[in-house]
């Protein structure tokens, strides 16, 4: 799901038919077959209906309460390419207006899984439009690229849609591995939409785990993603709200459980443990939380428009349980 308010680039375009990759200064990345994206069901072609609806595995991912943790998360990754941070840096960074960043992303997000297609057409059309007129200059080479970049683009939607299935299983969402490959696959025409061919996009959970690791030669920490990870972790807040309320220490909390939520591979970039026993207090971590999310009344854990998704999905599954 690219987009939202991360800059991001198109040379690096791998004119292969059926591949997963791109390029950074010049080097190719190996890359992962691909086969074409299957048909998938309850994805729609009516613009008066969502893009996907209540039997789609989008919104039940999307919908599950731990869904904000796994939008930290992708930001934490996203972070470790040097090329996407440097457009962060260069466009005004997270620092600026970081609560209203945070916010227009997240309503990006939701106009792609809960509005009519149509609106999710044009959301998709604005985000392309202005990626596609601003240009970032790498701060190795001095060489500037654009921020339409099918790859760099590919980068910022492998990080969100990985992070959003991945905490959500962790979490103890119940979905299979048949189910995931499914959302990976829904998720094809969101990155197509951004201007990504269907192509380079992993299309089921090997595919994604190939291109992670494909790419893992050209990320890094770099000083702008320092400065952004230590303004995500502790992002700027009123002066009652930071000293009167619980608000930062839970925030930080927050951001604590995404990074060790993140893979083995990506807290060693940020030399943080990489021990399986990380991994086990993460998952044990994310698990409670989401059970006492679970508890709590609807409208405290979620936006109107998920509400309304997890009632429909709720439904739908009374409907199916009678009928069956």
Not at 83 to 105: I, K, N, S
Not at 130 to 159: A, M, N, Q, S
Request: charged share 25%; with cysteine.
């Amino acid at each position: 799901m690219a987009g939202g308010d991360v800059p991001v680039d198109a040379d690096g375009l791998d004119d292969r038919a059926g591949t997963v990759g791109g390029v950074r200064n010049g080097q190719r990345v190996e890359s992962a077959s691909v086969p074409p994206p299957q048909a998938v069901s309850d994805v729609s072609d009516d613009s008066d209906d969502p893009l996907f609806g209540p039997r789609s595995v989008t919104w039940r991912v999307h919908a599950d309460p731990v869904f904000p943790i796994a939008g930290v998360r992708a930001l934490i990754l996203q972070a470790l390419h040097p090329l996407t941070m440097a457009a962060v840096a260069q466009h005004r960074g997270f620092d600026e207006d970081f609560w209203g960043r945070l916010d227009r992303t997240g309503r990006y997000v939701s106009t792609l899984t809960y509005a009519p297609a149509s609106s999710a057409r044009r959301a998709a059309a604005q985000v392309r439009g202005i990626h596609r007129k601003l240009r970032g200059t790498d701060p190795d080479t001095g060489e500037t690229f654009r921020l339409d970049r099918p790859d760099l683009l590919l980068w910022v939607h492998c990080c969100e849609v990985e992070s959003f299935l991945s905490t959500a299983r962790r979490a103890g969402a119940p979905i299979t591995a048949e189910d995931a490959d499914r959302y990976l696959r829904e998720q094809v025409q969101v990155a197509e939409m951004v201007g990504i061919p269907p192509r380079m996009v992993p299309a089921s959970v090997e595919q994604m785990d190939r291109y992670f690791a494909a790419v893992q030669p050209d990320l890094g920490l770099t000083d702008d993603a320092r400065r952004g990870v230590r303004v995500l972790v502790l992002p700027p807040m009123a002066g009652k709200v930071r000293f009167l309320t619980p608000a930062r220490p839970a925030w930080a909390g927050l951001a604590g459980v995404a990074f060790g939520l993140m893979p083995t591979w990506a807290r060693r970039r940020y030399r943080m443990p990489g021990l399986p026993t990380t991994d086990l207090a993460a998952t044990g971590g994310v698990r409670a939380l989401r059970a006492a999310l679970l508890a709590l009344p609807d409208n405290w854990t979620g936006p109107p428009e998920v509400i309304a998704a997890r009632s429909e999905m709720a439904r739908l599954a009374q409907l199916e349980g009678r009928a069956g």
